[in-house]
């Protein structure tokens, strides 16, 4: 097979990295790529949104499946732009449809598709300009802190999380009236607090069959001890010791099943990918976002961890044998560590030299910024190397990890020594 990935982070690389190994895999192209996906196949210099030009690319290369990394094609709507055209059509689209993609493109209707299925998630109201004053009074009823959440895509950023009741609808008013995220804050979820352990949970599904993959536990702050800014996540671990089999059995009855059987109730075509974000409090877990993509980093650990062949699983999303493959896991630990460029997630510089890549042993390097200048390969990114390695637990992975993170160097390097320390 012909495949096409869109994406150019860690995640990607490790997506690339594994197709690659596929016995099905004639020819691997990534758009844009890094230097990583460089290694393992060929870059294409196109944007993720500049759908013309990925169909042009995707006809002269003959492509049989487009595996789409981040969420912004996603929620823009590749899955019908594909679908919709008659030389398109045949080619299998690893990942949901715009419909689908909603689920992560707005708030509200995610949180409207939890209420109707009856999945456990935070109390919460929308509100709009028009709406302003019964969103101050639906903060009155809650308790400190609050969360308020753009509706629509905001980078990352569109999530507030205030200590104070007067900040709060000082945010609110700026989120709604004064455009503080533009569009994507027209419309505003608030909601109550959810207090507990962060967990990302995995699903890949054709939209009648589903299977759970590794869950994973990513570490977001730059900080250590989770402190400081947000990032897109400085390291991750997978599994995660407290879900467990059983764990994962509630949260599949709880969760899985309903969001799955959801779609299918409202006619949503669904290929590809579903990340649950959960806060988990003891034996309970509460959906604090859906996402339709892969995580990054989790990706970087779970993707090592699954034997089976990964386009052979794709494959049979596209041909509707699915339901009849198998999915294998390594049992062992994987952890990944993030490298990021001193800054980072503020301002930043790039263009750094990378040294040391070829000492590094027993750990896989994703890359996530990078990008390759004749014979050198440069920082492009804030975070710009996964080192991710396998152990019998967490610490044997993370101290090979840390050997490897050490043996790699560019100017300014920052990542945390403290991942997984909460497990
Ligand atoms: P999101 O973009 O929805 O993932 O939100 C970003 C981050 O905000 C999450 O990873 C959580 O750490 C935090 N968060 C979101 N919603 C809540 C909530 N209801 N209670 C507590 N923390 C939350
Ligand atoms: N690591 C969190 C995310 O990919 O959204």
């Known amino acids: 097979m012909n495949v096409l990935i869109l994406g150019s982070g860690g995640r990607e ?13 004639k020819k691997l ?12 196949g060929i870059n294409v210099d196109i944007n993720v949104t500049d759908f013309e030009s990925i169909k042009k690319l995707a006809l002269k290369e003959e492509i049989d499946m487009l595996i789409v990394g981040p969420e912004d094609p996603l929620v823009k709507g590749i899955f019908d732009f594909f679908q919709k055209d008659e030389k398109l059509k045949e080619i299998t689209v690893i990942g949901p449809s715009k419909q689908g993609a909603k689920l992560e ?4 209707f995610a949180k409207e598709f939890m209420q109707k299925y009856d999945i456990p998630t935070a109390k919460y109201q929308a509100f709009t300009k028009n709406t302003l004053k019964e969103g101050y009074a639906f903060l009155e009823s809650l308790e400190a802190p609050y969360v308020l959440k753009a509706d629509g895509l905001a980078a990352g950023k569109g999530v507030l999380i205030l200590e104070n009741l007067e900040e709060a609808k000082k945010e609110l008013k700026a989120m709604v009236a004064d455009g503080k995220f533009g569009k994507a804050s027209a419309t505003v979820v608030v909601e109550e607090f959810l207090s507990g352990i962060e967990l990302s949970v995995f699903v890949l599904t054709d ?30 671990i997978s ?44 034996n309970d877990a509460k959906v604090i976002e859906y996402n339709v993509r892969m995580g990054d980093p989790e990706t970087e650990v779970v993707i090592p961890r699954i034997k089976s062949d990964l386009l052979h699983l794709f494959k049979g999303i596209g041909d509707g044998t699915f339901s009849e493959k198998d999915l294998h896991i ?7 560590l993030m490298l990021v ?21 027993g750990s896989i390097v994703f890359h996530a910024g990078t990008k390759t200048k004749g014979k050198n390969i440069l920082t492009n990114g804030g975070r710009v190397l996964a080192v991710t390695s396998f152990g019998k637990d967490i610490e044997d992975a993370l101290a090979k990890s840390f050997v490897n993170a050490e043996k790699i160097n560019f100017e300014k390097k920052y990542y945390r020594k403290d991942i997984g320390f909460d497990l």
């Open 105 to 108: 493109g707005s708030k509200e």
């Open 341 to 361: 460029s001193g800054g980072y997630p503020e301002k930043y510089e790039k263009g750094k030299a990378i040294s040391g890549l070829d000492d590094v042993e």
């Open 13 to 25: 690389h490790a997506f690339a990295w594994k197709i690659a190994e596929s016995s099905l895999c």
């Open 29 to 40: 192209l990534i758009a844009p790529g890094n230097a990583g996906t460089s290694q393992v």
């Open 207 to 236: 939209g009648n069959s589903y299977k759970i993959l590794p869950s994973a536990k990513d570490y977001k702050r730059i900080g250590e001890g989770d402190k400081g800014l947000n990032t897109g996540g400085m390291g991750a």
């Open 330 to 336: 390594d049992e062992d630990t994987a952890a990944t």
């Open 239 to 282: 599994p995660v010791p407290f879900a467990d089999r059983f764990f994962i059995e509630k949260v599949e009855s709880e969760i899985i099943k309903p969001t799955i059987l959801g779609l299918k109730e409202e006619g949503i075509v669904y290929h590809g990918f579903l990340f649950i974000g959960l806060i988990v409090k003891g």
